[in-house]
């Protein structure tokens, strides 16, 4: 049964940090690009970050400088590094994969895996 669980999510104030986790179970991560979406109060889900299989990342312009999303595919787990953290950036995370998402500007495959999500608060 393929799975993906987001971690690490919480309550900080504006100029912290905080790590996001995602691991997976039920499929590997080395042949799938990976990456992270949010969904802040009222708004859209956004795409966040992307890994591709080679390790090559991409990152919406807002994140650029403060976050950082890496990959361990030996234990099948995606990390979100954020720093410098918003108010702007409090939103439920998620993280995603797919075989088929091959840019960060174009939407995941609707055979994506997605996880249940994070809560992430900045206070200011």
């Known amino acids: 049964q393929v799975q993906l669980m987001e971690s690490g999510g919480g309550s900080v104030q504006a100029g912290g940090s905080l790590r996001l986790s995602c691991a997976a179970s039920?499929?590997?991560?080395?042949?799938?690009?990976m990456g992270w979406f949010r969904q802040g109060p009222g708004k859209e889900r956004e795409k966040v970050a992307r890994?591709?299989?080679?390790?090559?990342?991409a990152y919406v312009d807002s994140v650029k400088g403060r976050f950082t999303i890496s990959k361990d595919n030996a234990k099948n787990i995606l990390y979100l590094e954020m720093n410098s953290l918003k108010p702007e950036d409090t939103a439920m995370y998620y993280c995603l994969a797919d075989k088929g998402w091959w840019l960060l500007s174009l939407d995941p495959t609707a055979s994506a895996y997605w996880g249940q999500g994070t809560q992430v608060t900045v206070s200011s």
């Open positions: 039920g499929f590997s991560y080395s042949n799938y690009s």
């Open positions: 890994i591709d299989r080679n390790g090559r990342t």
